[in-house]
């Protein structure tokens, strides 16, 4: 395996107006690592991943991505990365087809090797009948495998993959997993972030929580176990998260809607 | 689509540091998107989800020229006529360009998955700024044509020349007119008002087409075709004088003061703000775009305690429950 990281986050601050909402990160990810980011919502998971792609400017910090500071405004380095967006809403009125070439071509391949790549993959996914359909006619589930192979599709070194297992049906999830951990075995990254515990906890070699911009654990699950002393991702999660008011929150919940 | 006339242009897409083969594919794919996008010409209309509605907005627009060329027939002292035409043209563009281009100019989102490609970001706003102008001057034209073609008929190429000329310039001071109107929405509004307001322009829009196909049949017979033309100091103020003005100046050889002072209006201040947009304006521009995206939480407790109030006042006639709410949200 490398040792040399594939990315390297240091001390990285970002502020949107006058919320701070990253207060310093600091991060190695070394090649063949499954990794995932979990934390509550606004805690600056998709913020940290999108300051990586280069899509949000005007942070504090270094980042340096395969050997290569990406604050140096070359766009080459995301050749090599395969980013899943949340949704492809834009694109809906586009043809699985029309949307999969564009982006393969846009990543130098050509128009007869990506459209009989997308074909494959597609068909191995089990929508190959809806290629040639428009994605708004898609179900949620067709459109995560959809993203899936549009993130792929140019065989990237690192992955970094926004809720990739949400929507998918119970098989599904099982090719997905298979395809992350394979990937893995091959020497790719994986960094994706989840809000389902039980997965995270499956498929991931190392489990980064962050809490209101900060990290608050970093290691392996059982690392997380021993630390913590709570059995589940779950509980740890929360714990970490300093979040123990469920029960009250959830009984609040309820009087307020009986009272009317 | 094809656009073979670009090529000649990626020389200088080349020499601005832009990709050029790339932006050629993301401008393919968005005019692709525009094709099957329902303009809102057509938004009644049944056909939302097929193909080519694009094509079938450009048929409207060249009916609405056909009716522009209609004008030029008439005989109407020449600056009144193109007064007339020009002005009906700048607002029928400017209205197109608020209510469907608002989908083009304010295109961030898009930023989330082109530019996590390897792609630069002048690459991206390149493609952005060509598929504007290509759907923009696409529309002029359509609207346009039919004038031009009956005008290059009556009065000769000169006419078509001059003509050809105000509708580039007209074009410069309508793409500014919205933006400046979009940027000042911006600063004041959030994302959800100027959605709102964009929908009361889709609204105005529709509403104009309609009432103006009434007339189409009525206006022949009303206007009276002995109104001479006198000239009054507030014609400076509008700018589609400064269009029409070229045309007395040149094709009628009438070389008045004025004539000549609103072609010289009409020539320097469409070049001046087109130099101020791309100078300036457009950096605030777009940094002022990501509101749109954001959700304001503000708080509106205005709006909850008038809608109680609306219900308290409404429900002494509407007793029902079901049919107040209905009320309310008409």
Known sequence: MNTEPVVTIKDLKMRFGSKEVLKGINLEIYSGQIIGYIGPNGAGKSTTVKILMGLVDRYNGQIRIL???????????????????????????????????FIGEVYGMSLEQVNNK????????????????????????????????SSLIHNPEI???????SGLDANSVMIVKEILAELARLGKTIFYSSHIMDVVEKISNRIILINEGQIV????????????????????????????RHKEIACEFI???QGV | MDFEGLRFFGFFYQVMGIDYGVMRKILQIKLLMDQRRAPSVL??????????????????YGLMGAFFAIIMLLPLPMFLKMNLIIGMLIFMITMTMVSDFSALLLDTRDKEILLAKPIKPQTVNAAKITRILIN????????????????????????????????LLISGLILFLTSLLYFLMLLFFDGDKLKDIINYMQIILSFVMMIGYQFTGHIMSYIDYNIGFVFKWWMYLLPSAWFAAPFSLILENRAENHFLYLSLIGVIVP???????????????????????????????????RAILYQKLISPFIPNNLENVFCRFT
């Open chain 2, 43 to 60: 938004i009644n209309s049944k056909h939302k989800d097929e193909e080519n509605t694009f094509y079938k907005s450009l048929i409207t």
């Open chain 1, 255 to 257: 009087n307020e809607l």
């Open chain 2, 136 to 167: 923009f001057l696409t529309i002029t034209f359509v609207m346009a044509g039919p004038s031009l073609i009956v005008g290059l008929f009556k009065y000769g190429p000169l006419f078509l020349g001059i003509y050809f000329l105000d509708l």
């Open chain 1, 67 to 101: 050997g290569e500071d990406i604050s140096n405004g070359k766009v080459e380095y995301k050749r090599k990365i395969g980013y899943m967006p949340e949704t492809v809403e834009i694109f809906e009125n586009l043809t699985a087809y029309e949307y999969l070439t």
């Open chain 1, 118 to 149: 997308a074909k494959k993959l597609m068909a191995l996914l089990g929508i190959e009948d809806v290629y040639h359909s428009r994605i708004s006619s898609y179900s949620k589930g067709m459109k995560q495998k959809l993203l899936i192979i």
């Open chain 1, 159 to 165: 992955l970094f993959l926004d809720e990739p297992l």
């Open chain 2, 271 to 305: 070049m001046l703000l087109l130099i101020i947009y791309f100078g300036a304006v457009i950096k605030y521009f777009e940094k002022n775009l990501y509101k749109l995206d954001k959700v304001t939480a503000k708080k509106r407790r205005t709006v909850e305690k």
């Open chain 1, 217 to 244: 654990a970093d290691g392996s699950f059982d690392e997380l176990k021993e630390k913590s002393r709570k059995g589940s991702l779950e509980q740890i999660f929360n714990q970490l998260t300093g979040f123990n």
